[in-house]
């Protein structure tokens, strides 16, 4: 069935696209001295020694984790202090040195736009540093900020799929996650959505295969067409 068709048969259901946003819309870029544990630091009042890989994890838990490391039992108050001056670096930081979109991401964004699936942000970033990441690298028109979901909900990536999940659900409502670590895809299942695992990161074709994704892509600007229509077809599907 072709996709004006599918439209005007009125089965379709609404796709949801949440999308990561390191590795997967823009580039992994260090910074010279490692964010969250600068933040850790300035809240703890010491310099951290130990830092967390910090791979598939929330803001919230990366800086929790890093104050235990370190000999520090982190209190909510302190948790939450350290993940504001974890605002402010990362802006101070952007303001400098701009996120850069990965190549293709701007592309297919405009065709899942244009064949109206809705495009959300699932990170484990917070509010303030998935704006600034996704707007310093010119594709803050693409998404509702204000609809997202981020690393300051949830303790761990399988709570904030969770989450939501719970939002989202709908007999109408079709959700998929696309990501680049295995974290996504374990995280999707964990709160039965749909994943797509793009090898744009830190992580191979094979390495993401292993973890049986419903979709794997090479990068955005080979596969990007791939992943349209996967979409597509998802939005075609008779209701069940």
């Known amino acids: 069935m072709l996709l004006n068709e599918c ?6 259901f609404e796709v949801v696209v949440l999308w990561d946003i390191d590795g997967t819309l823009i580039a992994h870029a260090p910074a010279l001295e490692d964010r969250h544990a600068r933040a850790a630091s300035f809240v703890m009042g010491e310099r951290v ?7 598939g994890m929330t803001d919230r838990q990366i800086l929790t984790e890093i104050m ?20 402010i670096i990362t802006v101070e930081d952007l303001s400098k040195s701009p996120s850069e979109v990965l190549d293709g991401v701007r592309d297919v964004l405009i065709l899942l736009h244009g064949i109206g ?25 693409f998404f509702d900020f204000g609809h997202g979901f981020y690393g300051n909900e949830a303790d761990d990536r399988f709570e904030l799929t969770a989450y939501a999940q ?38 191979s074709v094979s390495d993401l295969s292993a973890e049986n994704p419903d979709l794997v892509l090479r990068n955005f600007v080979d596969d990007g067409q791939i992943l349209k229509d996967f979409i597509t ?7 069940s």
């Open 7 to 12: 439209m005007l048969a009125q089965s379709q």
């Open 68 to 87: 235990l490391m370190n000999g520090c039992e982190p209190t909510k108050t302190m948790v939450t202090a350290a993940m504001a001056e974890l605002d």
């Open 233 to 239: 077809e998802l939005l075609c599907m008779d209701k």
């Open 49 to 55: 020694g130990k830092i967390a890989i910090g791979l």
């Open 117 to 141: 699936a809705s495009q959300l942000l699932l990170t484990g970033n917070t509010p303030a540093r998935a704006k600034v990441k996704v707007s310093s690298a010119g594709l803050a028109d």
């Open 166 to 203: 719970s939002v989202l659900a709908s007999n109408r409502q079709r959700v998929v996650i696309v990501g680049d670590t295995p974290m996504d895809i374990h995280a999707a299942r964990h709160a039965n959505m749909q994943v797509v695992a793009v090898a744009t990161g830190l992580h």
